[in-house]
């Protein structure tokens, strides 16, 4: 694990990821891909890190952040972050609490923004400089396909909170100068363990409304992601795509 507050030893050539929300299933694929690649991959984690004591590769480093915690015990730990060039990043963040728009509360609401698009942000802020400076970056948000829909019964504070990642800066427009392209990537309904933390869904009857008549596997995913944050994407930036079978 990458301990924040810690100097860093001087690191290869080897393009560098930083991925938020790597420790989901989306997420862990995500980092197999480009490490698959030859990346140097820091993969985020708050409280799960089981998944990556399986990945056993030496350009794999995990970062252990609470998106929670006070502004001032964030900056100090994103600190490290400045000194680390990025060629990509992508926000996978996914706080998710069971809320339905009856039952929500001004406090969960803020904590779901507060983790899935606000934290997220104020970290790209910290290394999209770097990007710029050596007119190279790819940087991809991620929102969910139920947003579209107004989201699910149990997913207000979720949906409301993903929907905000479609949301891409106007500065984009300078950034492309440089090379540095942002997207925000709307993902399809895709087979992992996060459906079955919501409660009452039924993924059956879910699966129905898609077109393509099934689910997205992870490593599907996985593919898209890997292009739109390579060198192989040259022109497609400020744009919301949709990988959902055709929702």
Known sequence: ????????KKTNNYKKILILGASSDIGI??????????WEVYGHYFSNNKPFKKIKNSKFKSIK??????????????????????????????FIDNKTFENFNIEDMLKAFKVN??????????????????KF????????IGVKFGG??????????????EFIPRNYKDWAKNNVLINSLIIGVTNTK??????????????????????????????????????????????????????
């Not at 698009?117 to 050596?134: A, C, D, H, Q, W």
């Not at 490593?219 to 744009?239: A, D, H, P, R, W």
């Open 152 to 165: 699910g019964k149990n997913t207000f504070n979720y949906s409301i909170s993903k929907k905000a990642n």
């Open 65 to 94: 952040i609470n998106f929670l915690d006070k502004q001032n015990n964030i900056s100090k730990k994103l600190k490290i972050l400045k000194n680390i060039k990025f060629d990509a990043f992508i926000n996978l963040a996914g």
């Open 137 to 144: 970056g790819r940087i991809l948000l991620t929102s969910s």
């Open 194 to 247: 996060i459906h079955k933390k919501i409660s009452k869904k039924n993924i059956n009857k879910r699966t129905k409304l898609i077109p393509i008549n099934r689910l997205a596997e992870p490593k599907e995913i996985s593919e898209y992601v890997s292009f739109l944050l390579s060198e192989k994407n040259t022109y497609i930036t400020g744009q919301i795509l949709s990988i959902s079978g055709g929702e």
């Open 117 to 134: 698009t606000v934290v997220p942000l104020y970290i790209l802020k910290f290394i999209i400089r770097s990007m710029i400076v050596r």
């Open 1 to 8: 694990m990458l301990r924040l507050g810690k100097k860093l």
């Open 29 to 38: 694929e995500i980092v197999r891909k480009f490490l698959n690649n030859n």
